[in-house]
């Protein structure tokens, strides 16, 4: 989540204030890490990317670097394994540009293809839930299992720790979200009263890791939770409060470069290209909130975790790759953790004012005579009920236990 929101603001923290925030791009490759592919081309000006981008966004449970008073934990039983708790799959459609966020509860299992870890150990291949994958092999392990899961390509991938999501909160100025009643959670240190709450920094992370109080008490209600904060993010970023105030994105910017410096934000070698980040960032930035959707992976519960229900899994990629509008037909939480309780206003985008006797370009083509292309269809495709979730137009509210 906050990788994407890093994308965004350093688009439009270039399109302000050049590229001198890219003095530390050094650093960003240092730490980069190689998840395999091509390497691709990149094209040499500064526009959005072409075509379909996937990307693999995790947030990990380490202790490296973490603030013992914040999490204590780490202090008394850190065994020192890295397990990716947060999982999302980020589609970013070709034209017209479309963004679903597919999340993947982390007690799912799944097949963990044998990966290599730090010290050349072979590691995995069985039947585990999907957050071992992290453990067995970093990124690069969690972007194999995830392609095994979906099927799907993964280009990019980036991964968070809990200080980085608290620092980069702070920079964006904070996330409005909404509570239907008090909550209060001993295990995260959250308390909230019934309301609308902008939350950052400790706040922030404990809202986006909070489970018990919420909902049923579930990784599936957390879901939920996290997808409503992302939600709030979305509108944000895009309203005047982000885009419109240049301080606060050089800031942001300057802020997510730390992260890299202090390991708090792990990107993959190819990710770690700031025209690359730019031209995704691009491709996101104006998308309308409706065509921005949210969904879990669809799964059910078996024995000690979750088991993927594939064919509501299958109609839901074979949507993403003809690039079809999304119906959600489910709930918006699959454990109860969130209610939706209004729409957003839409994002108006800056438009270009062309005059009235403004002749066509010399090159233009006639739209009669445009050569034939591959138009996806505009006729939204019903998802199955299994499969929970919002788009950004939508507000949702936060559903205490019980």
Known sequence: MVAV????????VTGVVGFHVWDAATAIRDNAVDIGGDDAALPPGIGEIEGGVNLLLVGTDSCEGQDLALFPRCGIDDDGGERNDVTMLVHISDEPRRVTVVSIPRDTYVEVPECEDDEGRTRGGGIEKINASY?????????????????????????IRWTGVI???????????????????????????????TLQGVQALQFLRIRHGIGDG???????????????????????????????????????????????????????????????????????????VFVQYPTYYSGDGLRPITDAADALFAALRENRPLQLTGDASGGFGVEVTGEAPPATPPTETVPEDAA?????????????????????????????GQTAAQVTCTVPEG
């Open 5 to 12: 929101a890093v994308l965004v603001g350093i688009a439009a």
């Open 135 to 159: 453990m067995h092999g970093g990124l690069a392990c969690s972007v194999a299992t995830v392609e095994a899961l979906t099927g799907e390509e993964i280009q990019f991938a980036a991964a």
């Open 167 to 197: 620092n980069l909160s702070d920079a964006v100025g904070g996330v409005d979200v909404c509570v239907q009643g008090d909550i209060s959670d001993r295990h995260t240190g959250l308390a909230l009263s019934a309301g609308t709450h």
């Open 218 to 292: 579930s990784d599936l209600g957390r879901i939920s939770n996290q997808q409503q904060f992302m939600s709030a993010l979305v509108r944000k970023l895009q309203s005047d409060a982000v885009f419109g105030d240049p301080a606060t994105l050089l800031g942001f910017a300057s802020t997510a470069l730390q992260q890299v410096r202090d390991k708090q934000l792990v990107l993959d070698t190819r990710l770690a290209n700031p025209n690359l980040m730019v031209q995704i960032a691009m491709a996101l930035k104006d998308v309308p909130f409706e065509d921005i």
């Open 360 to 388: 066509p370009a010399e090159d233009a083509v006639p739209e009669e005579t445009a050569p034939d292309a591959a138009v996806p269809s505009d006729e939204a495709v019903a998802l199955p009920s299994q499969i929970p």
